[in-house]
């Protein structure tokens, strides 16, 4: 788990740098790669269930 992580946190860096270097593509792609793993892991899995819980209360609210 712990690798996952370090690759989430290299893909994050990865797209800041490339922001950094105006390479818009490549930014994307690293986002993307990070994001990927970052909702297939527990803790990603978790804050989607509070999201959609989130938004199911918002509803119910109106």
């Known amino acids: 788990m712990n690798t996952l992580w370090a690759l989430i946190l290299f ?3 990865g797209a800041i740098f490339c922001c950094k270097a105006r390479a ?3 930014a994307v792609l690293f ?3 990070a994001l ?3 909702v297939f892991t ?3 899995q978790e804050v989607l ?3 959609a819980h ?3 209360s ?3 609210a109106r």
């Open 11 to 13: 893909a994050t860096v």
């Open 36 to 38: 990927g793993m970052f």
């Open 31 to 33: 986002a993307l790669a």
């Open 58 to 60: 918002a509803a119910g």
């Open 49 to 51: 269930e509070h999201v």
């Open 54 to 56: 989130l938004r199911i």
């Open 24 to 26: 818009a593509g490549p």
């Open 42 to 44: 527990g803790t990603g």
